[in-house]
């Protein structure tokens, strides 16, 4: 049974730092696309950052390029979010989520993640 749970969430001040963590059970991260979604209340799921099975990193926008960074480990099968220079605006639960890597799945479109876990809360007060 595959699982994935996150960590490192929590409340913090405008400008600060967190970095949150992603670790798997029963999966191969580093056979998978992994990602990070966000969702505040009211609004839908959205892709933060995304790495592939190969290394590569995409962003979803200007509102997280340069603040935020995606990282892998793959000896510890664990995927990390560097989050810095938080803003009030980045207030959501964050999702880890994984991938097999096909010819059709997207990185953005959540249908095409297989596992996702939990969630974590990170709180951004200004």
């Known amino acids: 049974q595959v699982q994935l749970v996150e960590s490192g969430g929590g409340l913090v001040q405008a400008g600060d730092s967190l970095r949150l963590s992603c670790g798997a059970s029963g999966l191969t991260l580093s056979y998978n696309n992994m990602a990070w979604f966000r969702q505040a209340p009211g609004k839908e799921r959205e892709l933060v950052a995304a790495?592939?099975?190969?290394?590569?990193?995409?962003y979803n926008g200007d509102s997280v390029k340069g603040r935020f960074t995606i990282s892998r480990d793959n000896a510890k099968n664990m995927v990390y979010l560097q989050m810095n220079s938080l803003k009030p605006e980045d207030t959501a639960v964050y999702y880890c989520?994984?991938?097999?890597?096909?010819?059709?799945?997207?990185?953005?479109?959540?249908?095409?993640?297989?596992?996702w876990g939990q969630g974590t809360l990170v709180t951004v007060s200004s």
């Open positions: 989520a994984s991938s097999f890597p096909t010819y059709a799945r997207t990185l953005s479109r959540p249908s095409d993640y297989d596992h």
């Open positions: 790495i592939r099975y190969t290394g590569s990193t995409t």
